[in-house]
């Protein structure tokens, strides 16, 4: 079976992701891909990972995980969604590490899932805009914790994904820039479900609707609409030229409230986090989904 893990990152679509999906269940459940409530799994797949943190998950775990799960339905693919498979924002950043748990656990998910092929899912965001919302909530937000030795600024995701790599390396990691998502959104349900890449599907357009004018949506759709057979590359150009002249420029803009957050130090942030982007796309066995 393929088991298909969206695990966030927090603070980026907030859960939109998993409502597109859901608003398409019906038809992918006929077609054996499954996206089930999230209140079915995520207590239960929370409460063995920090089980087996003790000792080695009890023989038939995977079989009773995925009984609750499934709850009789046939699915070959499998699609679960929590932010906080890797932990919780509390404890996002430690010694400034981003997800240090994720190696860990998604090495122990692997062992919970030995017969099945794991993809893991990640939508990742800029440390500029990402650190003050996790240092806000963190459980320890001094500095020898939280920073550790490491100035803001060599904050990156690449570390993450290599040491996830390191300890699963078989698992075949999607990764894309939260800040690229609303031009992505429908590449990316239809890269998570397994689609074919020109499938329709409902809800590809929710994230764009958060930062298009009414106007500027209703423009947008109406040449979806006429233009049918248009390529996911082609859409992209599209709604990068709608973006263009119909974005709400304050849905854009983020406020970062955080002492010492200069523009220079957002500017060099904003750089790194580039050049991370480059570093991730080397890494094996993890790809970028891209305008």
């Known amino acids: 079976m393929q088991l298909v893990l969206h695990a966030g990152a927090h603070y980026t679509e907030e859960e939109r992701l998993l409502k597109s999906l859901l608003a398409n269940s019906e038809r992918l459940t006929k077609e054996g891909i499954f996206v089930p409530g999230p209140s079915t799994y995520r207590g239960l797949f929370r409460d063995t990972l920090n089980a087996m943190y003790k000792s080695s998950a009890a023989e038939g775990?995977?079989?009773?995980?995925?009984?609750?799960?499934?709850?009789?339905?046939?699915?070959?693919?499998?699609?679960?969604?929590?932010?906080?498979f890797f932990r919780t924002p509390a404890t996002a950043v430690v010694e400034g590490m981003l997800y240090p748990a994720a190696p860990v656990r998604m090495m122990r998910i692997v062992q919970l899932f030995p017969e099945d092929e794991i993809e893991l899912f990640l939508g990742i965001r800029n440390p500029a805009t990402l650190l003050p919302i996790l240092h806000g909530v963190s459980a320890d937000n001094s500095d020898a914790h939280f920073w550790g030795i490491k100035d803001q600024a060599d904050v990156c995701w690449s570390e993450?994904?290599?040491?996830?790599?390191?300890?699963?390396?078989?698992i075949a990691v999607t990764v894309w820039c939260n800040e690229d998502a609303?031009?992505?959104?429908?590449?990316?349900?239809?890269?998570?479900?397994?689609?074919?890449?020109?499938?329709?599907?409902?809800?590809?357009?929710?994230?764009?609707?958060?930062?298009?004018?009414?106007?500027?949506?209703?423009?947008?759709?109406?040449?979806?609409?006429?233009?049918?057979?248009?390529?996911?590359?082609?859409?992209?150009?599209?709604?990068?030229?709608?973006?263009?002249k119909f974005a709400m420029e304050d849905a854009i803009e983020e406020e970062l409230d955080m002492p010492?957050?200069?523009?220079?130090?957002?500017?060099?942030?904003?750089e790194n986090y580039d050049r991370d982007v480059l570093r991730i796309q080397k890494i094996p066995n993890v790809r970028m989904i891209m305008p």
């Open 61 to 84: 775990a995977r079989d009773v995980l995925l009984d609750a799960v499934l709850d009789d339905a046939q699915a070959q693919r499998v699609i679960l969604s929590d932010p906080n």
């Open 160 to 170: 993450t994904l290599e040491l996830l790599h390191d300890a699963a390396p078989e």
């Open 182 to 244: 609303p031009m992505l959104w429908g590449t990316i349900m239809r890269e998570i479900t397994g689609v074919p890449k020109n499938t329709r599907l409902k809800n590809e357009f929710d994230l764009l609707e958060t930062i298009m004018t009414v106007e500027g949506m209703k423009r947008f759709r109406s040449y979806i609409a006429a233009h049918p057979d248009i390529s996911g590359a082609q859409e992209q150009k599209v709604i990068a030229a709608f973006l263009s």
């Open 260 to 270: 010492g957050w200069t523009d220079d130090l957002v500017d060099e942030m904003t």
